[in-house]
């Protein structure tokens, strides 16, 4: 069997070999072999050149892939991007050379697989696109559906690349991390894409630590109901972590639940639970981007490198449809302003002056089983007793909505340990308030003692 023959087997057997997470009926958009480094990709042929080896942009590139694959050697995704450049800059020994290393190491890894082949298969072959050639063309329809949301995942991640944010820029939904705080998960469903940020101190712009590719619910939007498979979008929790070993095979190498429904949820009556971020089952790499019942479903290769890294009861998880990129003036004027809000808030309330104290709160407040009237009718029974109040926030993490997610309100949690002392009463508990902003000055619009609570493997069923 000559070699060329080979490939073209190889490139059968590997697609033909998976088995589908999902049957659905693929989207129709254009696909691409090609990466253009400043525009978004376009329908080409196979034959490579649009991009020359030692323009300024592939360099850039270049550099900026080696260095994902330098601060993190098991980046496959930058491994899979540096294969499409070399193959468009016409150094196909090195294309194959970046491909090869992804098949080698993460066999599963589908798509790499596929575009491996269709780079072979061009040297014998037509082959107008990713997946797009004799081969695959000649595979029955319950297979090529196969092929679809390989194409879809290769959008979805040459988008991401191409569109990628200043890293100079900050996302405005981590606006403070708490002392304890070590690591934040944010969720990008446009681009499905996560990023997990680390903490360099309380008054310093949060690090950028991992960005990585995420399949979400399989229906776009904001989750409302039991059933609706989409993925929620607001300022969640990890609240517990299961390992693989005690997990179904489905869910791969680790399961971190989160707090949906949230205490804005709930009183939005939304329903449904179960809302995980977690592996895959050990016969993929990836699944496609849209294609869980409401999950964050991360590779088990990256799963497992981060799992360290996140600590259930303190670490945020923010999901939103687009993440707001801030300027760090803008993100820091953003912050301190909300800074301000809390200090006036406990200043207030330290004064003893109920009308000063209540001026804080929204007319739509609720918590502790209260409304507004009646936390005002309590307050003024409890302050005046109390005016000797000393009041102390501290370990305080600032996160915000998206301004997607709640049309037309700017919704901020506020999540701190308060210290409490007046005469012999005193205590310290975790607080969270949830901060309105109405005509250029933040209100509380809910705020509740938190209690500490475990999320068990009876709720995948609730999703």
Request: net charge positive; hydrophobic share 35%.
């Amino acid at each position: 069997m000559n070699g060329n023959r080979f490939f073209i087997l190889l490139m059968a057997g590997c697609v033909c070999s998976c088995t589908a997470v999902s049957l659905r009926s693929p989207p129709q958009l254009t696909d691409t072999i090609q990466v253009q480094l400043i525009t978004p990709p376009e329908p080409v042929s196979s034959q490579p050149g649009g991009l020359k080896p030692d323009s300024v942009q592939v360099q850039q590139a270049l550099r900026a892939l080696d260095g994902r694959t330098t601060h993190y050697p098991r980046d496959y995704e930058a491994y899979l991007l540096k294969g499409l450049i070399y193959y468009e800059t016409r150094q196909f020994d090195r294309a194959l050379t970046e491909l090869d290393r992804v098949v080698s190491q993460a066999p599963r890894f589908h798509l790499a697989q596929m575009i491996r082949g269709d780079i072979l298969l061009s040297r014998v072959a037509q082959v107008s696109g990713i997946g797009h050639n004799p081969v695959l063309h000649a595979l029955p329809d319950s297979r090529y559906v196969l092929v679809e949301d390989l194409r879809e995942e290769a959008r979805t991640r040459i988008r991401a690349y191409l569109h990628a944010q200043d890293k100079r820029k900050l996302p405005g939904q981590l606006l403070r991390m708490g002392e304890s705080v070590e690591t934040a998960v944010l969720v990008d469903k446009q681009t499905h894409r996560l990023y997990l940020y680390g903490n360099t101190g309380a008054d310093s712009p949060p690090e950028l630590l991992y960005d990585f590719y995420v399949s979400t619910g399989r229906k776009r939007g904001n989750k409302a109901v039991r059933g609706d498979l989409r993925t929620p979008e607001g300022v969640y929790f990890v609240t517990s972590y299961t390992p693989g070993s005690q997990l179904p095979e489905k869910y791969g190498a680790a399961a971190f639940p989160i707090n949906y429904p949230n205490e804005l949820d709930q009183y939005q009556r939304k329903t449904g639970g179960g809302i995980w971020l977690h592996g895959i089952t050990q016969r993929f790499y990836s699944r496609p981007p849209l294609d869980s019942e409401g999950c964050i479903v991360l590779s088990n290769i990256d799963l497992e490198h981060i799992v360290s890294l996140i600590s259930p009861g303190s670490t945020p998880f923010i999901i939103a449809e687009h993440l707001d990129w801030l300027e760090q003036d803008v993100w820091l004027e953003r912050k301190n302003e909300l800074i301000q809000t809390l200090q006036t808030w406990q200043e207030d309330w330290e004064s003893g002056d109920t009308a000063r104290y209540l001026a804080n709160y929204a007319p739509g407040f609720w918590g502790g089983g209260y409304d507004f009237d009646g936390w005002s009718r309590m307050k003024k029974k409890m302050l005046p007793r109390n005016n000797s109040s000393r009041i102390s926030v501290n370990n305080l993490s600032l996160l915000a909505y998206s301004r997607r997610a709640e049309p037309g309100r700017e919704i901020v949690i506020a999540d701190f340990q308060l210290t409490y002392s007046a005469g012999d009463s005193n205590g310290s508990w975790k607080k969270r308030l949830y901060l309105e902003k109405n005509q250029d000055r933040w209100y509380v619009l809910h705020e509740a003692n938190m209690r500490k609570k475990r999320t068990t493997m009876a709720t995948v069923n609730r999703l």
